[in-house]
C-alpha cells in the first residue's frame, strides 16, 4: 500500500520536497535580501545612522544626479572599495541601484566581508525618484563629492521667519 501510495502521488510528494528545500534554501545559502521602503530606509538612515550606497556608474549619476546624501560606489568597484572604509563596518548599509538587480549582489559581497546588517532598497532609483526623494544634478564635471558640495544652503521660505527674542 506505501509504494502504490508513493507512485500515486509522486508529483505531490516531489512539491512538497521542492517546498521545503525552498524553505531551507535562505538559511543555507546567506538568507536572502532584506528590503526596505523609502520610509523604512529613512527611519533607518536617521535612528541607526545608516549609510545609503549608490551603486551605479558614473553615466547613470551624471545622466539621473547624484542621490542626496548618498556615498556612491559603483557596483563594479564594490568588492575593492568597501574594504577600505572602515567608518562603514559598524553601520547599517543601505543599498540602492537602477532597478534593485545589482543590490541583491551586492548585500551578498558586503556579508562576504563582513557587514552583517545590509538591505536593498525596494523599487531602486525608480522608487527613489517615484517618492520625491532629492537628487542632486552636477554640472557635469567634477566628482560626486563635489556636485553634493555645491548644493545651494536651504533658505526659509518668507512666511516662516525666525522670531526675536526680546
Not at 28 to 49: S, V
Not at 82 to 96: A, C, S, Y
Not at 111 to 139: A, R, T
Amino acid at each position: 500500500m506505501s509504494q502504490e501510495f508513493l507512485i500515486q502521488n509522486i508529483w505531490l510528494i516531489a512539491l512538497m520536497v521542492g517546498s521545503g528545500l525552498m524553505l531551507v534554501y535562505p538559511v543555507l545559502f546567506g538568507g536572502l535580501a532584506r528590503y526596505l521602503t523609502i520610509a523604512e530606509a529613512m527611519l533607518l538612515i536617521n535612528h541607526k545612522k545608516a549609510v545609503l550606497i549608490d551603486l551605479r556608474d558614473a553615466a547613470s549619476v551624471e545622466q539621473v544626479g547624484s542621490l542626496g546624501g548618498s556615498t556612491r560606489i559603483a557596483y563594479s568597484e564594490l568588492e575593492s572599495q568597501l574594504p577600505n572604509m572602515p567608518k562603514l563596518k559598524g553601520k547599517p548599509l543601505v543599498f540602492i541601484c537602477q532597478t534593485g538587480h545589482q543590490s541583491i549582489s551586492a548585500t551578498k559581497i558586503a556579508k562576504k566581508l563582513g557587514f552583517n546588517e545590509v538591505y536593498v532598497l525596494k523599487g531602486g532609483l525608480k522608487s527613489w525618484l517615484e517618492s520625491g526623494m532629492p537628487i542632486h544634478k552636477s554640472s557635469g564635471s567634477g566628482t560626486h563629492q563635489e556636485a553634493v558640495n555645491k548644493q545651494p544652503e536651504p533658505k526659509l521660505s518668507n512666511s516662516i521667519k525666525p522670531r526675536k527674542r526680546a
